[in-house]
Each structure stands twice: as structure tokens, then as C-alpha cells.
T-cell receptor, first 115, second 119 residues
């Protein structure tokens, strides 16, 4: 039962263009969402997050949008750079004292940015 | 900077062997996690621990056990390795609610991973 889904296994984009990575979730208890970036042979690193009380969060070239009614979030990277080529994981959390910060991850999307 | 280290980057073991994967974090985090990453399946939680000697099963605990004797160290044990346990294993740690703010509670810091091959 995949509660967080990234339906696009891969995405290819030209340098300078926008990259849009999508994520869907099914558990309505999720109220905090994160994006992680992973290079080969390295652990994932935190990129950006959003709380369910917001619908948008920006950090430099990265913006995350949340549509709660559709249970959908997306990560926009503008402009895309070759160094952004990596696997991107979407993750979700249900805040609460007993959750211990557990995250549920999607399958990942491989982003390739061509020069 | 938070540092999470894992004892080995690459490991090759034989079927039936007992395997220990060790993880150490230096940020005084209460929570520690073990995941495995497989193509097309993303990161799946095996076990986590929210305090010394405390542990909770994740989504795929079968065939694994864990040990947390000290706050900074969390070990994953494969009691009898099997070929379907060939995978990338990732350790992570995070603050417990009350140690930091709401956003830091959710942010997990990962080690570099151990690529385990079971022959």
C-alpha cells in the first residue's frame, strides 16, 4: 500500500528550463511534506519542506506547492542546472507526539538536466 | 554540521551469515532510523528507535533486528542474510519532539549508505 507515490520514474529537462516533479499521497493524516535529493553513493539530503497550513514554500530556485484537496504536491526548480541531476524523493509525515518523526517516502524520480 | 556515519560503504556477505550494520550520529538526536532503498520502491523503513533501548518496527521488519545501547549508535542486524536482502541500507537521525522546532522534528539526516550484497 503505497501511501506516497511519485508516478514519474524519470524526468529529462534542458538546462535553464523549469523542472516539475510531482508527488501524490493518500493518507489524509499527513500534514508535513518534505523533498529530499540524492546523488549516487550518497545519502539523501533535505531540500525543502512545507506544512499543510501553507500552499507554497520557496527557497531560492526551489518552490514546493501543496494542493491538499487533491492530495498532491509538486517541486519546481527554476532554472534547472546540470548539478540538479539526482534522484528526488518526496516524503510525508503525520505530526504528533507518537509519530517520532516517521517519514513515508515515495519511489523517487530521477531528474536529468542536460547542458 | 550534523554527521551520520555508517560503518561500511560496501559489504559482501554469504547467505546465512549474520550481518551487523552500524550507524553513529553526533548531534545528540533522540530518533534514529534504518531504511533500505531499492529501485522503484524508494526508501522503506525497517526499524526506528526513539530512545536508548527503545525500538519500533517499521514497514518491513521481517528478517531484521536492531540494537540501541547508546544514544549515538543504532545497529541493524541481519540474523541470517538472504539474497533478497541485497540492497542499499541507509541510516538517519532526527530530533525528537521537544528537542527542536516543528520543522527540525521532521527533518531526518542521512548517512552515506551501505551497499550490501548477499551471495
Amino acid at each position: 500500500d503505497q501511501q506516497v507515490k511519485q508516478n514519474s520514474p524519470s524526468l529529462s529537462v534542458q538546462e535553464g528550463r523549469i523542472s516539475i516533479l510531482n508527488c501524490d499521497y493518500t493518507n489524509s493524516m499527513f500534514d508535513y511534506f518534505l523533498w529530499y535529493k540524492k546523488y549516487p553513493a550518497e545519502g539523501p539530503t533535505f531540500l525543502i519542506s512545507i506544512s499543510s497550513i501553507k500552499d507554497k514554500n520557496e527557497d531560492g530556485r526551489f518552490t514546493v506547492f501543496l494542493n491538499k484537496s487533491a492530495k498532491h504536491l509538486s517541486l519546481h526548480i527554476v532554472p534547472s542546472q546540470p548539478g540538479d541531476s539526482a534522484v528526488y524523493f518526496c516524503a510525508a509525515s503525520a505530526l504528533g507526539g507518537t509519530s517520532y518523526g516517521k517519514l513515508t517516502f515515495g519511489q523517487g524520480t530521477i531528474l536529468t538536466v542536460h547542458p | 554540521d550534523v554527521k551520520v556515519t555508517q560503518s561500511s560503504r560496501y559489504l559482501v556477505k554469504r547467505t546465512g551469515e549474520k550481518v551487523f550494520l552500524e550507524c553513529v550520529q553526533d548531534m545528540d538526536h533522540e530518533n534514529m532510523f534504518w531504511y533500505r532503498q531499492d529501485p522503484g520502491l524508494g526508501l522503506r523503513l525497517i526499524y526506528f528507535s526513539y530512545d536508548v533501548k527503545m525500538k519500533e518496527k517499521g514497514d518491513i521488519p521481517e528478517g531484521y533486528s536492531v540494537s540501541r545501547e547508546k544514544k549515538e549508535r543504532f545497529s541493524l542486524i541481519l540474523e541470517s542474510a538472504s539474497t533478497n536482502q541485497t540492497s542499499m541500507y541507509l541510516c538517519a537521525s532526527s530530533f525528537h519532539l521537544g528537542q527542536g522546532d516543528w520543522s527540525s522534528y521532521n527533518e531526518q539526516f542521512f548517512g552515506p549508505g551501505t551497499r550490501l550484497t548477499v551471495l
